[in-house]
């Protein structure tokens, strides 16, 4: 479902010294850079429900709580052209207003005008959704 908003209204990503994230209502999404050629065994990835340790060839590059919890087992990563990890996590309360304003807690932090435009962006992705439903009740009462 969230693939499909993001096609239609782009994402706000929050820039971090290993890459970026950014989120829709549903899902918060991690990319980092790593160096072109990294394997998937140089990669050690712990995704928990409130917590992230990532660590590549050795060297620790995410580790914390996250911002507000996430389904565990709905957590992936994968290297994308040995050169980037995508991460995405499933949030466990998927309301629009559940704009994380962090990735962790205290770090990876939003400034001001991206939270706003974050906020605007789950806000918009809501209205979506609820439109596309109204449409789908109408049609079926009809």
């Not at 499933?90 to 559940?98: D, F, I, L, P």
């Not at 809501?126 to 009740?137: D, G, I, L, P, W």
């Amino acid at each position: 479902m969230s693939v499909h908003f993001e096609e239609r209204s782009g994402v706000v990503p929050c820039k971090t010294p290993w890459g970026s994230w950014y989120q829709t209502m549903e899902e918060v999404f991690i990319e980092v850079n790593v160096p072109h050629g990294t394997s998937a065994k140089e990669v050690k990835c712990h995704l928990g429900s409130r917590d992230i340790e990532l660590l590549v060839k050795g060297k620790e590059i995410i580790k914390g709580k996250f911002f507000d919890t996430t389904v565990s087992d709905e957590a992936t990563w994968t290297l994308e052209d040995k050169r980037l990890i995508q991460i995405v996590l499933m949030k466990t309360n998927r309301e629009a207003g559940n704009c994380w304003s962090s990735l962790l807690e205290g770090e990876y932090c939003a400034n001001a005008w991206v939270q706003d435009q974050m906020q605007r962006k789950l806000t918009l992705e809501r209205f979506q959704r609820e439109v596309r439903f109204s449409k789908c009740c109408v049609m079926n009462i009809m």
